[in-house]
């Protein structure tokens, strides 16, 4: 398995930047799939986005397509989510997830084998 931990967030105002970060720990010999989700109150998790092994493949939701970018560098074991111009709509707790011996798997939570503790966003208006 792989072992993730999320932090880089925090309080935040409206059209500020902020940048997730990801280790991983334990299996990261081979390839594995990353992506971010999250969560907010009173609500279920949602994709964010995903990114695939090489780095080549990336993907977002709708609400983040422009604003946020997903990146990764194997070397340190480390997934990065640039989150810019920041809305209160983005609030939420942030988990990252992976799925080792995959490549890339897409925007369903049931294809990520491992999830981070979460790191909590919250954007003031």
């Known amino acids: 398995q792989v072992q993730l931990v999320e932090s880089g967030g925090g309080l935040v105002q409206t059209g500020d930047s902020l940048r997730l970060s990801c280790a991983a720990s334990?299996?990261?010999?081979?390839?594995?799939?990353m992506g971010w989700f999250r969560q907010a109150p009173g609500k279920e998790r949602e994709f964010v986005a995903a990114?695939?092994?090489?780095?080549?493949?990336?993907s977002y939701a709708d609400s983040v397509k422009g604003r946020f970018t997903i990146s990764r560098d194997n070397a340190k074991n480390t997934v990065y989510l640039q989150m810019n111009s920041l809305k209160p709509e983005d609030t939420a707790v942030y988990y990252c997830?992976?799925?080792?011996?995959?490549?890339?798997?897409?925007?369903?939570?049931?294809?990520?084998?491992?999830w981070g503790q979460g790191t909590q966003v919250t954007v003031s208006s």
């Open positions: 334990g299996r990261t010999s081979g390839s594995y799939a």
């Open positions: 990114i695939s092994w090489s780095g080549g493949l990336t």
């Open positions: 997830a992976g799925r080792p011996g995959a490549l890339y798997s897409g925007s369903s939570p049931e294809f990520y084998t491992s």
